[in-house]
């Protein structure tokens, strides 16, 4: 018997690896975890990795407060005691026992608050009126925080993003904040002036112009400093994204886009275009700029659209570069714009993805010790103080600048509460700088899909309340101008009256 079941279990843990479609995942990850015994540990409440008496007494005080109906005791406790993460809930150690999903008691728990929110936003109460309903939404979305999907550099590896983009759409739980720097600019691009619907367009592996690498010849590259011709570049951007600009896309999607550069210039910072901070740079400038990794291609100007509507330059003093050199993932900044405060990570970086499989690999094996640690660490500090103390000393020079552009890379954190990463194999790193082919495409979007679906419930967990707050305040917002309007009719009505 116990012969039958290791030969069923690795044929589906073949079946897993090769699974076509998030369904076909998802079942036979729970047929597995069935095999080995762990819809008893998902049902089981304790466990050392979260304070899972908290989460069992506030969830069985929730249910008692919607049953008794006590609004302003619901609203009170409600305000008091939502934020992200309590009794570390979150906790990846949580996501790595079961292949499918987690706790009971926390699932249990995300669906009854959203339940419970959604409750209060779509029914009418004497006792908690709209106007304060709506104060009271505003402040648990601050005090709650949101999620970002962060789309890192990558050249053609960024094509993985694809992959994980569609795999979130398609269970629904896409970030409405999208950030993108070098190839990931170009993704986050596309996605964030695509409407919902339309986005399965995307996902033809022939949608997708990727034409955007065409080498110079000897004499231009010489006299321009640069391997690639930027001119193509710009042409497969103005193909994918069109002339939208930062605020004309958020109109038109509802989709936060963020896009990093880089300055040129020493006395700059990097900065981070948006709808609030570049309404009106053109996005496919801006990832143009994001794109212009300095020796493969030029730095550029960007353009924006003026009060009449044409295409001028913005800052035209200035020159901006790629923007996965100083600020892969822009977290700072998009907590403070959006109240950002989770972070999904899709990494393709070439000089990354190696590190972070072996830093992988050392866990599954039970190397990652405190003493391998603490010599990856000590070796890692070296290095950097190596780097920044030559970029000082030879400021103003190539080399110190090249010094200077290591450290920054290397100082960068380039990882989210939860991250992707595409498998290491050396001949994606040998076309890097290669036009894909649509199978090559496809071949990437299936890879990262199946890297995303053991994420799929995780991020559904993470994301869940914000997306409900989010869609509670459009319900709201929604009453409120029916409100407005019945007023101004009866009003209207009444001076009829009087005259």
């Given at each position: 018997?116990?012969i039958?079941?290791n030969r069923?279990s690795?044929?589906?843990e073949?079946?897993?690896?090769h ?14 975890d ?7 540990w998902r049902q ?5 990795d ?7 007494n506030?969830?069985?005080k929730?249910?008692?407060?919607r ?7 619901l609203?009170?406790w409600?305000h008091?005691g939502?934020?992200g993460?309590i ?24 669906y009854?608050l959203?339940?419970?929110?959604t409750y ?13 309903k ?5 402040r648990?979305?601050i ?7 962060m789309?890192?550099?990558g ?18 739980v ?9 190839a990931?600019s ?6 964030g002036?695509t409407?919902?619907?339309?986005l399965?367009n ?5 949608y997708i112009?990727t034409h955007a690498f ?11 400093r640069?391997?690639?011709d930027g001119?193509r570049?710009q ?16 109109e038109?999607?509802?989709r ?5 550069v880089s300055p040129v ?5 990097p900065r ?8 009106n ?5 801006a990832?143009l ?10 730095p550029?100007t960007l ?26 993932l822009?977290r ?13 990570v899709?990494?393709t970086?070439?000089h990354?993805?190696p590190?972070?499989?072996?830093q ?10 405190p003493?391998?640690r ?9 290095a950097?103080?190596v ?9 103003g020079?190539t080399?110190?600048r090249?010094?200077?552009?290591l450290?920054n ?8 509460d939860i991250?992707?990463?595409p498998?290491?194999?050396i001949q994606?790193f040998?076309?890097?700088l ?13 890879a990262?899909?199946r890297?995303?679906?053991?994420n799929?419930e ?9 997306s ?6 459009k319900?709201?917002k929604a009453?409120?101008?029916?409100q407005s ?9 009444s001076?009829?009256?009087r005259?």
């Amino acid at each position: 018997m116990i012969i039958g079941i290791n030969r069923k279990s690795k044929r589906l843990e073949q079946d897993l690896r090769h699974a076509q479609t998030y369904s076909e995942w998802k079942g036979i990850a729970q047929e597995l975890d069935r095999l080995d015994g762990l819809d008893d540990w998902r049902q089981d409440e304790t466990s050392t990795d979260y304070n899972f008496v908290l989460i069992r007494n506030r969830l069985r005080k929730l249910r008692a407060l919607r049953e008794k109906g006590d609004i302003r005791e619901l609203v009170f406790w409600l305000h008091e005691g939502l934020h992200g993460n309590i009794g570390n809930i979150a906790n990846e150690a949580l996501y790595g026992i079961a292949r499918y999903n987690t706790k009971t008691l926390i699932t249990d728990y995300i669906y009854e608050l959203c339940s419970t929110l959604t409750y209060l936003a779509n029914n009418e109460f004497d006792a908690f009126p709209l106007e304060e309903k709506l104060k009271f939404f505003k402040r648990l979305g601050i005090v709650y925080g949101r999620s970002a999907l962060m789309l890192s550099g990558g050249a053609t590896m960024g094509m993985w993003h694809i992959g994980v983009v569609k795999a979130m759409h398609e269970e629904g739980v896409l970030p409405r904040v999208l950030s993108g720097s070098s190839a990931g600019s170009i993704i986050g691009g596309v996605v964030g002036t695509t409407r919902t619907e339309d986005l399965i367009n995307f996902y033809d592996p022939e949608y997708i112009y990727t034409h955007a690498f065409q080498a110079l010849g000897l004499r231009e590259a010489l006299r321009n400093r640069t391997l690639m011709d930027g001119n193509r570049l710009q042409d497969c951007l103005q193909e994918n994204i069109g002339e939208m600009t930062f605020e004309e896309a958020f109109e038109y999607t509802g989709r936060i886009l963020n896009i990093t550069v880089s300055p040129v210039e020493r006395n700059q910072q990097p900065r981070l275009l948006n709808y609030l901070t570049a309404p009106n740079v053109l996005i496919r400038q801006a990832a143009l700029a994001s794109c212009s990794i300095p020796g493969i291609f030029p730095p550029v100007t960007l353009l924006a659209k003026d009060y009449h509507g044409r295409i001028v330059p913005y800052l035209p003093s200035m020159k901006w570069a790629d923007g996965s050199l100083k600020s892969d993932l822009p977290r700072l900044r998009l907590s403070r714009y959006y109240d950002v405060n989770h972070y999904i990570v899709s990494q393709t970086n070439p000089h990354v993805v190696p590190f972070m499989q072996l830093q992988g690999a050392l866990n599954r094996n039970g190397l990652n010790t405190p003493t391998t640690r603490f010599v990856a660490n000590t070796a890692r500090l070296n290095a950097e103080h190596v780097l920044n103390t030559t970029g000082q000393a030879l400021k103003g020079t190539t080399t110190g600048r090249v010094m200077s552009g290591l450290h920054n890379m290397m100082t960068q954190n380039y990882r989210g509460d939860i991250t992707l990463i595409p498998r290491f194999r050396i001949q994606s790193f040998a076309r890097v700088l290669s036009n894909p082919s649509p199978q090559e495409i496809a071949d990437y979007m299936l890879a990262a899909e199946r890297q995303t679906w053991p994420n799929i419930e995780r991020i559904r967990n993470a994301t869940a309340i914000s997306s409900t707050l989010d869609e509670c305040l459009k319900s709201i917002k929604a009453q409120n101008r029916q409100q407005s309007a019945r007023l101004r009719a009866i009003s209207g009505k009444s001076a009829k009256g009087r005259a």
